[in-house]
């Protein structure tokens, strides 16, 4: 791993061993920033203040192997990237704007994706991360990994039966409480369209019956009208004297008629007027039948005036035309349909919910089952790790509880209360020593206590469902001694199956370590290329002198260094 302009590091190259890595150095030398870099390649959060000062950037490359078939290199290969040699060259870049960037196999990607492959690559943990194993939720959690499939296939049914459930209650409830205002709404649709089928109307009956209205309205004036045009153009039988179109233009086809023969275009003209007398002709009969046909028949009038009232109150409140007042109609009925309808769907989704949460019952007794199951075996083989590690008089267990809740689900023959995780309450206790109740690990576990009970949890994991890498941040924090000793010996025993990186301020722990670096600051403070060192033969010896008594020198602290790596490289 690479570090640039991250805190005090202004350019470094961090190696890792396959096995355990111990990081030590002076307080403030930059320790804390491998683990910041580690976790900005796993997609943490990018915070502009770790810029150093003065830089544009800090930028953190690492190279991560990876195992044959392992689903972070499947996740990746998806997001685009590309391998190197079975190997992922992942980088992140932040800039003091706090802008950040992330790239996987040479492939632009975004942050999210760095943190789904955290989890199946590295197990980070640290004093907040201790501070997390103290809620009952991650002790849940704990326990679901350790238990497995015993878990893993009930839950899954189970998260699923509990969404629907979700689905189900919500759906449920939004028709039972708007039972009123669906009742109101379906009365107001039985009314209205009532109201339409009782007037029955046609598509586009008001404009024919507004055009049939302004006709009759007016039919005397139409059929004078009709009558006066008539006569001029066929003549008035009451006065032979009068003169009309007809006649007239009869006699000028007649003076044509008589002369076509001498001039072609007196004859063109000629066959012309023809054609008006019989045009003519065919208006004044039409103008015939219209006088004829025209109903002045009040009765009439009165009743299309009626049938327009009783189609005008329709548009007033359905449409702004008859078409309009058909079309909502058409969808008020199915709206009506589809209200009408609740009631069954309200039956089938009463149903439903009671089946579910049958269902849920079953498989909450399951998950019960399994978790109490699980964390005998799990307590019991943290309480043999705590023996290891100077607790030998400590016990841990689970409390897997229930809590009463009359809308619950039934389980062990009570009804209790049920979350998206099923029905128990799950909290990890300690009994620091022989005679003392079993508390919350909250109440009951000091600082040093609470790193060796976590450090347990993960061993006993490591057997179970191995992490590639485990990153340890001075989870040794609070114990010394002969403690601190069966700290180191149980890193290197999790070190046998994963890679264990460690930051420590004790000698302890890092003289168990397969490598050892030093972060060293240089006269400037800050730390270069240099200043992550691996430490091997004399050297090793030396930092391990001044971690145990602050000078390097001191003969009685290197024999203590060297006893210490002695009887580590003898336990290897």
């Known amino acids: 791993m690479r570090i640039r302009s991250l805190g005090v590091i202004d350019d470094a190259v961090v190696e890792l061993s396959p096995g355990f890595t111990a990081v030590t150095g002076e307080t403030g030398a930059g320790k804390t920033m491998v683990v910041t870099s580690l976790g900005l390649l796993l997609g943490g959060r990018a915070d502009p203040a770790l810029v150093r000062i003065g830089a544009k950037a800090a930028v953190v490359e690492g190279r991560i192997a990876l195992r044959p078939g392992a689903t972070a290199a499947i996740r ?3 997001a685009g990237a590309e391998l190197d040699e079975g190997a992922l060259l992942v980088s992140r870049t932040v800039s003091a704007e706090g802008r950040s960037r992330a790239f996987l196999g040479g492939r632009s990607v975004p942050v999210g994706v760095l943190a789904e492959l955290a989890d199946e690559l590295v197990a980070v943990h640290g004093q907040t991360d201790q501070q997390g194993l103290l809620r009952p939720a991650r002790q849940r959690e704990a326990l679901d990994r350790y238990a497995g499939d015993a878990v893993t296939g009930p839950l899954t049914k189970y998260a699923e039966a509990y969404r629907r459930l979700r689905s189900v209650a919500v759906e449920l409830d939004e028709l039972t409480t708007r039972a009123r205002e669906r009742a109101q709404e379906a009365d107001l649709l039985r009314f209205g369209l009532n109201e339409i089928a009782a007037v029955e109307p046609l598509p586009g009956e008001d404009a024919e019956l507004a055009a049939e209205a302004e006709r ?10 009709a009558a006066l045009a008539h006569a001029a153009l066929a003549g008035n039988p009451e006065d032979p004297e009068s003169v009309d179109a007809t006649t007239l233009v009869a006699g000028s086809h007649r003076a044509l008629e008589a002369v076509r023969s001498h001039d072609p275009a007196l004859a063109a003209l000629a066959e012309r007027i023809g054609e008006v007398a019989i045009l003519l002709g065919d208006v004044a009969g039409e103008l015939a039948g219209y006088a004829d046909d025209l109903d002045a028949d009040p009765l009439r009038l009165a009743a299309v005036e009626e049938r327009r009232a009783a189609l005008t109150a329709l548009t007033r409140k359905y449409g ?42 079953l498989l909450a007794q399951e998950l019960t089952d399994a978790r109490t199951e699980a964390a005998a075996r799990f307590a019991d083989a943290v309480t043999a790790e705590l023996a290891s590690l100077a607790m030998p008089h400590a016990r841990v267990s689970f409390a897997v509880r229930q809590v009463d809740d009359a809308e619950g689900v039934e389980v062990g023959g009570r009804t209790v209360a049920y979350g998206p995780t099923g029905a128990d309450e799950v909290e990890l ?9 079993p508390r919350p690990i909250a109440k009951g576990a000091s ?14 994991f490591a057997g179970t469902d191995p992490v590639p890498t485990y990153l340890f941040d001075e989870v ?3 114990v010394g001694g002969r403690a601190a ?51 091997e033969g004399e050297d090793r010896v030396r930092e391990l002198s001044r971690m145990l008594a602050g000078q390097e020198d001191s003969q009685t602290a290197r024999a203590h260094a060297e006893e210490l790596l002695a009887t580590a490289r003898s336990e290897g």
């Open 76 to 78: 990746a290969e998806e």
């Open 485 to 535: 000793v069966e700290i180191g010996r149980r890193l290197a025993k999790l070190a046998k199956s994963a890679q264990v990186v460690v930051v420590t301020h004790l000698p302890q722990v890092a003289a168990f370590a397969d490598r050892q670096l030093l972060v060293e600051k240089t006269n400037d403070g800050t730390v270069t290329r240099s200043g992550v060192t691996v430490l």
């Open 429 to 437: 206790l300690l009994a620091p020593h022989p005679g003392a109740p």
């Open 216 to 225: 009759l309205g007016h039919a005397e004036a139409l059929a004078s009208a």
């Open 447 to 460: 600082g040093g206590e609470l790193s060796r009970v976590m450090l347990a949890v993960e061993v006993v």
């Open 320 to 361: 702004e035309d008859i078409t309009a007042v058909l079309a909502w109609a058409q969808e008020g009925a199915a709206r009506l349909t589809e209200l009408d309808g609740d009631d069954d769907r309200i039956g089938e989704l009463t149903a439903e919910r009671d089946g579910l949460r049958a269902e849920l019952s």
């Open 476 to 478: 040794d924090a609070g």
